[in-house]
Nanobody, 127 residues
Framework: QVQLVESGGGLVQAGASLRLSCAAS????????MAWFRQRPGEERKFVAA????????FYSESMKGRFTMSRENAGNTVNLQMNDLTSEETAVYYC????????????????????WGRGTQVTVSS
């Protein structure tokens, strides 16, 4: 059974950085697409970034390009999200997700593709 466990959330001031991690277990993850989504209070869960099979491609939400960097390590079983220059608008619960397949820059944003989800980690940015 697939398990995804996020860590690294916390309370920071605007302009600060945070690094989130997601540890995956249960099967071979280098071949999976892994992604980060976030959900602000009262809003739908939205796409942040995705790393496709084998890390061959990485896609970002437009508003995060240049500030957020997603990476894989530990033979693909861990994904990280380095977030820089955070704003209060980015206060949310951040979720790690995965599925056994590939996607494009457009389709990776579709949360219905992702079959496995972590429980999320809270990021709070104070202004």
């Amino acid at each position: 059974q697939v398990q995804l466990v996020e860590s690294g959330g916390g309370l920071v001031q605007a302009g600060a950085s945070l690094r989130l991690s997601c540890a995956a277990s249960g099967r071979t993850f280098p071949l999976d697409t892994m992604a980060w989504f976030r959900q602000r209070p009262g809003e739908e869960r939205k796409f942040v970034a995705a790393s496709t099979r084998g890390g061959s491609n990485t896609f970002y939400s437009e508003s995060m390009k240049g500030r957020f960097t997603m990476s894989r390590e530990n033979a693909g079983n861990t994904v990280n999200l380095q977030m820089n220059d955070l704003t209060s608008e980015e206060t949310a619960v951040y979720y790690c997700a995965s599925f056994a397949g590939v996607c494009t820059a457009t389709s990776c944003r579709d949360r219905s593709l992702y079959k496995n989800w972590g429980r999320g980690t809270q990021v709070t940015v104070s202004s």
